[in-house]
């Protein structure tokens, strides 16, 4: 896992921990996350939202880019797992206020 060090500093500085402690605790909550997903298929911390495993079934498309392939076959697009997120309403508050 990747912090941006500017990041890790501004917590480090709010909190009085030093960096290599604030890195720590992100790499084990990141941790914590990952394991939950794969072993429950989602993840929720209050305040945040909710992580959830998706399976996404393999399909056919005719269309690439928005443009029907005239003589070609269709392509085949194989079954694939993800992650969906719901942000919580405190959140998607927040995001709204700061953007108006």
Not at 73 to 91: C, E, M, Y
């Amino acid at each position: 896992m990747t912090l941006l060090p500017n990041k890790l500093k501004l917590i480090s500085l709010s909190t009085g921990l030093p960096q290599r402690v604030v890195k720590e605790v992100i790499r084990r909550f990141v941790d914590l996350a990952v394991n939950d997903l794969l072993a429950e298929g989602r993840f929720h911390h209050r305040g945040l939202g909710t992580f959830k495993v998706v399976h996404r079934r393999p399909r056919n498309i005719t269309r690439v880019f928005g443009k029907k392939t005239p003589g070609q076959k269709p392509l085949q697009v194989p079954a694939r797992s993800g992650v969906h997120f719901k942000p919580t309403a405190a959140l998607k508050e927040a995001v709204q206020q700061y953007q108006d």
